[in-house]
């Protein structure tokens, strides 16, 4: 079974452009996050979707953030324009339900960097 | 959310016994206990859930005691692969949201 595929894997742009990360979910799984991780720390969400409703954006900065999951599969993260200070790893995870047992698969991430 | 403490790192050698300890003084009843291991350029993978006592898989095993504010992951004859961070995370019955803190950064040697 495919895990969680996530693109680009690595990715330089210099501030103010926009940049778009993709993930796609294992089959079946309804429930998709999205996470940032600075070097050295551990991952923080961003927003969370049950299918296609995105049920916790609370930490989602809406100014220059955002994300789609249009038809409750693969899902699409944008940040319009970048900042140096959005250099990090970007994660994408899928579970299978939204319990609190359900464990959460992460993708390897996509690697931005921002000069 | 219960905040968790964890060493920052672990140095241990090939064949031993490992075991890392988290704090977690303001959980919850209803909360859970779950491990994560991640990596260099992977994301984060479920290593072992639990409540209390005792919860053992085919990697590792979770020793929570009664009070449960504290656990700790067990890891038997750890191999050079073993070398990751490990995140202890206290998950909130009904809420999916998971804070990871700093982990703490197992190095195997030879």
């Known amino acids: ?115 | 959310l219960a905040k968790t403490t964890q060493p920052i790192s672990m140095d241990s050698y090939e064949g031993q016994e490992v075991n890392i300890t988290c704090s977690h003084n303001n959980i919850a009843t209803n909360d859970y206990i779950t491990w994560y291991q991640q990596f260099p350029s992977q994301g984060p993978r479920f290593i072992i859930q639990g409540y209390k006592t005792k919860v053992t898989n085919e990697v590792a095993s979770l020793f929570i005691p009664a009070d449960r504010k504290s656990s700790t992951l067990s890891l038997p004859r750890v191999s050079l692969s073993d070398t990751a961070v490990y995140y202890c995370l206290v998950v909130m019955t009904g809420f999916q949201k998971l804070v990871f803190g700093t982990g703490t950064r197992l190095l195997v040697s030879p």
Do not use: M
């Not at chain 1, 501030?15 to 940032?36: D, E, M, R």
């Not at chain 1, 693969?74 to 899928?94: F, H, M, N, R, W």
């Open chain 1, 1 to 115: 079974e495919a895990g969680v595929v996530q693109s680009p894997r690595y990715k330089i742009i210099e501030k103010k452009q926009p940049v778009a990360f993709w993930c796609n979910p294992i089959s079946g799984h309804n429930t998709l996050y999205w996470y940032l991780q600075n070097l050295g720390q551990g991952p923080e969400l961003l927003i969370r979707y049950e299918n296609e409703e995105a049920v916790d954006d609370s930490q989602l900065p809406k100014d220059r953030f955002s994300a789609e999951r249009l038809k409750g599969v693969d899902s699409t993260l944008k940040i319009q324009p970048a900042e140096l200070g959005d250099s990090a790893v970007y994660l994408c995870a899928s579970s299978l339900g939204s319990g609190e047992y359900n464990e959460q698969f992460f993708g390897p991430g996509t690697r931005l960097t921002v000069l």
